[in-house]
């Protein structure tokens, strides 16, 4: 599969090692296992933490921020990220881009499971475990907003986003990386509404569907029932209710 790279964090001073980092083995499989102690201690010796899942970037710039400290990141993908697929970014573009390209002040989500706050950089989701195999599936869902309003829905699915994709599939086309807010929506609608809806979110048709609710705020409350699992930027989380917030202006991408 091809290999695809950014940088976020301290812009680098050797562009060449951050290209050999898309040939580095240490990136083969995911990492989010790993102590992100054990991640940050690369940038001591070798100047660079390279980090292969969007989790993994998520938990060190969460690191560094907190740290108060600065270095270079780089994200090496074999195609599974979803913070790349907004760039499309190819192997042999790196250097070029990382000479010529521009910097992105972006937006560092977080959110708050059973008192436990997570950083996220692509996106936080919630859904029954049976969201495509019945209709009795779905469940009362309140998302409060920013300004306190509620919304209540009975629903099979939520998503609050920070980029575009999730999984692969354009989920939200409306959310930015720099816009300060978090992309919150809500999927509910009988079977074959849902399987509708699946076809359209591959390409971010779906917004206009009846069956689909969303809204763009800073900040929000999301009550889902406990058995509900959450997976932030695609790993497993916890379950039950959450908060959801985005830290604007947390970190810089070099793209």
């Known amino acids: 599969m091809r290999w695809s790279l950014i940088v976020a964090g301290q812009p680098p001073s050797d562009l060449e090692a951050i290209a050999a980092a898309a040939d580095s ?3 083969a499989a995911p990492r989010t296992a790993q102590a992100v102690d054990v991640l940050v201690s690369e940038a ?4 660079l933490v390279v980090v ?16 108060g400290g600065d270095f270079p990141i780089a994200l090496v993908s074999r195609g599974d990220s979803d913070l790349l697929a907004m760039f499309g970014l190819k192997r042999a573009d790196v250097v070029s881009r990382l000479q010529t390209g521009g910097r992105y002040r972006s937006d560092l989500g977080r959110v708050t499971i059973d008192g436990t706050e997570r950083p996220f950089v692509t996106h936080v989701t919630a859904a029954s475990r049976r969201a495509l195999g019945s209709l009795g ?3 009362d869902v309140t998302i409060v907003t920013n300004r306190g309003s509620h919304h209540h829905h009975d629903a ?15 989920i939200a086309p409306k959310a930015a990386l720099t816009d300060g807010r978090i992309d919150i929506q809500v999927f509910g609608g009988s079977f074959l509404a ?3 809806i699946q076809r359209l979110s591959r390409r971010g048709l779906h917004l206009n569907h ?4 969303r ?3 800073p900040l929000c409350s999301v009550v889902i029932p406990p058995q509900w699992k959450i997976r932030v930027d695609g790993i497993a989380a916890g379950s039950g209710a959450c908060e959801v917030a985005v830290q604007a202006d947390a970190f810089d991408l070099w793209i």
């Open 194 to 196: 849902r399987t509708r």
């Open 52 to 67: 292969g899942t969007d989790a993994d970037l998520a938990a060190v710039v969460g690191f560094m921020l907190s740290a």
């Open 137 to 139: 599936s779905s469940a």
């Open 215 to 217: 809204r763009s705020t």
């Open 210 to 213: 009846p069956a689909v609710w």
């Open 156 to 170: 099979w699915r939520v998503v609050a986003c920070n980029a575009q994709h999730v999984a692969g599939r354009t």
């Open 44 to 47: 001591a010796t070798e100047g």
């Open 25 to 27: 083995d240490r990136t």
